[in-house]
């Protein structure tokens, strides 16, 4: 079956707008109805803990029937409707709930799609980032419209945004097709043998801490713009700026794999991202400061990711891909970004945003550290 590139696409388009219009703005809606910086970070916390059940309940499930795609559809129709209980109610406690109970679902979503996406691309898992790259366009088209909105309206609109655009993200998962993996001679290992590699264990550690150090900027990096007299149209832009950044990267990435080995990529990813934390520490009262921090967004996410693409499709093959998506997703992305919602919320107002970048650098020099020891010692330039 050739690779449906325009519907992987488009599902990636419209799932990384529905985070273009999360992420950057969340938080000032929080703030707009009332809820104080440790409340934010609590909330935030509660949204990014369920990935670390939610993706590896439905990582077995899909191993399991073979059909990602079916999961998908009922996770991000779930996620709709439980949505929508933001807008019934505001009060703390309403919200903690509502966050639970749709983010169970929503965080089941990408890992199973990512899956997906690399059984279609089957012996050519190189050609994920000429896929993914429409993810980031999507984000991009978010967080330039809806601050240029959000400077003309109230935010008051944004729950409505949202959920407008997990709708189209449930339509597009309804006419992608399903893939199933190919099962050869690597695949013959257990779970149990794969998890117990030291190398796997290293990776996951490195991933989570980068996720930590991510926490402050996925949480706060608007409220700190603002605090700092960026309006939301601009805020919009510099998240544009560091997704814009990412797209190129991508662009470029099947080349980059090429050149260099998936090890000498990660390293110089992860001392770009300790460059980026201090630059926003140090120099978010310098535009040009500031829009350097944003692009080296290609390093700290993107370089990062794709290199996490490469090495989970060796480690995991395709029989155990689905569990391996899930168990980096709720690792990094789940455990590393509860960490870091937690701790940034917690220090926000006692420490001030400066210490709290700072820290994230100090987070990403140990990541650095373990990279160096343990992970793709003997990897090869990337895959293709």
Not at 8 to 31: E, I, M, R, V
Not at 40 to 52: H, N, R, W
Not at 249 to 264: G, S
Request: contains cysteine; glycine residues 8%; hydrophobic residues 55%.
């Amino acid at each position: 079956m050739p690779v449906p590139y325009w519907r992987l696409s488009g599902f990636y388009f419209c799932y990384f707008a529905t985070l273009g219009s999360f992420l950057p703005f969340w938080s000032l809606y929080l703030k707009q109805i009332g809820f104080a910086a440790t409340e934010i970070g609590e909330l935030t916390a509660l949204l990014v803990a369920t990935k670390i059940i939610a993706p590896n309940y439905w990582g077995w499930l899909a191993d399991k029937t073979g059909r990602n795609l079916s999961l998908i559809r009922v996770t991000s129709l779930l996620s709709v409707l439980c949505f929508a209980g933001f807008l019934y109610r505001s009060d703390y406690l309403w919200c903690a709930a509502v966050t639970v109970i749709f983010s169970f679902f929503w965080n089941a979503t990408l890992p199973q799609f990512e899956a997906a996406t690399l059984f279609h691309l089957k012996a050519e898992p190189q050609r994920y980032s000429q896929i993914r790259l429409w993810g980031s366009i999507g984000f991009i088209a978010a967080v330039l419209g809806i601050g240029r909105f959000l400077d003309d309206f109230s935010i008051a609109y944004l729950p409505w945004i949202i959920g407008g655009l997990m709708l189209l993200n449930w339509l597009m998962a309804l006419i992608t097709p399903e893939a199933k993996p190919r099962l050869t001679h690597t695949d013959v290992g257990g779970i149990r043998q794969i998890l117990l590699k030291p190398e796997l264990l290293a990776f996951l550690l490195v991933y989570m801490l980068l996720q930590v150090a991510h926490g402050p900027y996925y949480v706060f990096y608007s409220v700190y713009l603002k605090q700092h007299g960026y309006s939301a149209t601009e805020t919009g832009l510099l998240w544009a700026t560091g997704v814009a950044a990412e797209v190129l990267l991508f662009i470029a990435m099947r080349q980059l794999l090429k050149w260099f080995t998936p090890r000498t990529l990660l390293l110089l990813a992860v001392l770009l991202s300790v460059l980026r934390w201090m630059l926003i520490a140090d120099g978010v009262d310098f535009l040009a400061l500031t829009i350097g921090a944003q692009i080296l967004h290609a390093a700290s996410f993107g370089v990062v990711h794709v290199v996490a693409m490469q090495l989970l499709y060796q480690y995991f093959g395709e029989r155990h891909q689905s569990k391996g998506q899930a168990l980096y997703s709720s690792v990094s992305f789940g455990m590393g970004g509860m960490i870091g919602s937690l701790y940034s919320g917690y220090f926000w107002d006692m420490l001030g945003g400066r210490l709290v970048y700072i820290i994230a650098a100090l987070v990403c020099c140990v990541a650095l550290l373990i990279a160096y020891i343990g992970v793709a010692r003997e990897s090869r330039p990337g895959l293709g």
